[in-house]
């Protein structure tokens, strides 16, 4: 019965560990994850404002 509980504690131990990493890398700044986002932000951004339908011009004679 006293290996039962060490296996015991021991899933419990590595569940903690598990858990402590996970949390970790969860709040862990990445420059390179934070310069994606921010570049597909500002790419969305500009496809929309280039994508504007503009009139066509119309060639308008003077009347001098």
């Not at 015991?8 to 402590?20: A, F, H, P, S, V």
């Amino acid at each position: 019965m006293n290996n039962l509980h060490s296996d015991i504690r021991l899933t419990d131990e590595l569940e903690r560990q598990l858990m402590q990493a996970a949390i970790e890398e969860q709040n862990r700044f990445r420059p390179g994850h934070a310069l994606k986002k921010l570049f597909t932000k500002l790419g969305g951004n500009v496809n929309k404002a280039t994508t504007v339908n503009v009139a066509p011009r119309r060639n308008v004679e003077s009347a001098a």
